[in-house]
């Protein structure tokens, strides 16, 4: 079965820095990975997505995240965090053999910014 | 497009009553997919709809809860005699079957069982 890790429940960073975002990932062939960001009382919204190709994928808001399978991995990360992206994010694995390609989250990972 | 939308936002009730939501997913898309999410916990899925069938029912879904889609357009999710443990937050998504992955998600409806 898929399964998806998030070591990092809460972290803290100062606007302006940069920002990374852990996800390791189980499963047995290669799989479609997400991240999703959910601010207070909001759905999840949707920043970017790896189907295949390019290990390194950009998505919405200057977020990023790169594919590493030696290492099963889908970490996430902005260069330079504004106030606006205190929230939760998650990261998903979707598989192509689960029925209605339903996605798999892990639990998500709290990030406060300093100002 | 006003993307998917979930009423009621907020539910409060008694253990024991039956409760019904409602979601309705963006116009052209054919799956909708009900997820289920605790305080501290990524979303779980509970069930999906390609149109007006339901094609897959987790076990977390107990004999309590039922979801429809009659018409393949909303769909309800109703649970039966609430336990306090069904306080969590129930997400909807959808797509199209063409992008089964692009998933969107609607801003969930939060049960509170007394």
């Known amino acids: 079965a898929q399964s998806v890790t998030q070591p990092d429940i809460h972290i803290t960073v100062s606007e302006g820095a940069s920002l990374e975002l852990r996800c390791n990932y189980s499963?047995?062939?290669?799989?479609?990975l997400f991240w999703y960001v959910q601010s207070p009382g909001q759905g999840l919204q949707l920043l970017l997505k790896y189907f295949s190709g390019d290990t390194l994928v950009q998505g919405i808001k200057g977020f990023e995240a790169e594919f590493k399978r030696s290492q099963s991995s889908f970490n996430l990360r902005k260069p330079s965090v504004h106030w606006s992206d205190a929230a939760e994010y998650f990261c998903?694995?979707?598989?192509?053999?689960?029925?209605?390609?339903?996605?798999?989250f892990g639990g998500g990972t709290r990030v406060l910014v300093k100002p | 497009d006003t993307g998917v939308s979930q009423n009621p936002r907020h539910k409060i009730t008694k253990r024991g009553q039956n409760v019904t939501f409602r979601c309705d997913p963006i116009s052209e898309h054919n799956r909708l997919y009900w997820y289920r999410q605790t305080l501290g916990q990524g979303p779980e899925f509970l069930t999906y709809?390609?149109?007006?069938?339901?094609?897959?029912k987790s076990r977390l879904l107990s004999d309590r809860f039922s979801a429809e889609r009659p018409k393949g357009s909303f769909s309800t999710l109703e649970i039966q005699r609430t336990e306090q443990g069904d306080s969590a937050m129930y997400l909807c998504a959808s797509s199209s079957s063409g992008t089964p992955y692009e998933q969107y998600f609607g801003p969930g409806t939060r049960l509170t069982v007394t």
């Open positions: 709809f390609q149109n007006e069938a339901q094609l897959e």
């Open positions: 998903a694995v979707g598989s192509i053999k689960a029925a209605g390609n339903k996605l798999t």
């Open positions: 499963y047995g062939a290669t799989p479609y």
